[in-house]
């Protein structure tokens, strides 16, 4: 991407901070004085993960993701289980498929080493999401900072709250209007779709009973997930780019190559097609509100002020 471009993104994403002053306290330089070497710590962290597994970049964005649509951006995704605590690694839709906490862990690690007790898990993992997502060719943002950690987590809220790679139109636009998210935001924010995989459990149905599917992409799909095993076997989001962030994914919903069923329900004949459309023919305008519905989805819910606590370790409260 062009120097010009990056820049465009800035400039729009910065602009975008302006539409949340309930999150006023929330602020790109949170951190100037007292932990100036922490965007470039995290940066350097994300540059050495994604160059040994280009697949970290989605699963740190999914990371971020999770943890926002339950009860906000405050690293409770992150928490481990102990005998007196339930946390939501082991909900529905994050077991043996979260990925990227030893990726976070290394990350409070050095930043610890520079800026102790200073650093909350939240802001690290929203600065990791942004540098992933840079580090394969996507759009870079401003990322708003001083989050703090949540003491408690919700694995009731994570079943119920994460929107269902079976879910239609209708539920995921429920879904995200919940989080104070338009159809808008959706349709951008599911373009993270153009990295990563997903497993066959999630997309089974998809290539075997539905009917708004490219034949020869249900075909190449049941070589690697057959009707009955394999649930864990793996298949990208994107067949054409899967390392690529760009737009790909969206060409892929017009040709009905759409992986899971809640990804081609953004191109089905219904009120997201329009949008869709656009962003598959136009990768700025993808990038530009790709960035802005990042800035939007890391406002929700933050633990500011003295709430929370800026944990030490990611995995388990002060």
Same mark, same amino acid.
């Given at each position: ?9 800035v ?79 082991n ?27 200073t650093?909350?898990?939240?802001d ?71 990295? =990563?995989?997903? !497993?066959?459990? &999630?997309?089974? +149905?998809?290539?075997? #009973?539905? /009917?708004?599917?490219?034949?020869? %992409? $249900?075909a ?27 737009n ?9 190559r ?10 089905? =004949?219904?009120? !997201?097609?329009? &949008?869709?459309? +656009?962003?598959?023919? #136009?990768? /700025?305008?993808?990038?530009?509100? %790709? $960035? ?27």
């Amino acid at each position: 991407m062009s120097s010009i471009n990056k820049s465009f993104f800035v400039i729009v994403s910065m602009l975008s901070l302006l539409a949340f002053p309930s999150n006023a306290q929330l602020s790109p330089s949170f951190y100037a004085r007292t932990c100036p070497k922490l965007q470039s710590i995290v940066r350097t962290t994300m540059r050495q993960a994604v160059a040994t597994e280009p697949r970290m970049a989605a699963s740190i964005l999914r990371l971020f993701f999770h943890d926002c649509f339950v009860q906000g951006c405050d690293a409770s995704v992150l928490l481990d289980d102990t005998a007196n605590f339930t946390g939501e690694k082991n909900a529905f839709p994050n077991i043996n498929s979260l990925r990227g906490f030893n990726v976070i862990d290394n990350i409070k690690t050095n930043v610890e080493a520079a800026c102790n007790a200073t650093v909350s898990c939240a802001d690290i993992l929203a600065l990791a999401a942004r540098d992933g997502v840079v580090r394969v060719g996507g759009p870079s943002w401003p990322v708003p900072l001083g989050r703090r950690d949540s003491r408690t987590a919700n694995q009731s809220a994570a079943n119920s709250d994460l929107p269902a790679p079976f879910a239609n139109l209708s539920s995921l636009i429920s879904a995200f209007a919940a989080k104070g998210l338009t159809p808008k935001d959706l349709t951008a924010l599911s373009g993270a779709h153009t990295i =990563g995989k997903a !497993q066959c459990l &999630l997309f089974r +149905t998809r290539i075997y #009973n539905e /009917t708004n599917i490219d034949p020869n %992409f $249900a075909a190449t799909r049941r070589t690697t997930c057959p009707f009955t095993g394999g649930n864990s076997n793996l298949a990208p989001l994107d067949l054409v780019t899967p390392t690529d962030f760009d737009n790909e994914y969206y060409a892929n919903l017009l040709n009905q190559r759409g992986l899971l069923h809640s990804d081609q329900e953004l191109f089905n =004949g219904g009120s !997201q097609d329009a &949008l869709t459309s +656009t962003y598959a023919a #136009n990768n /700025t305008a993808f990038f530009k509100d %790709f $960035a802005i519905a990042m800035v939007k989805m890391g406002n929700i819910s933050p633990l500011t002020g003295t709430n929370g606590e800026i944990r030490r370790n990611c995995r388990v409260v002060n």
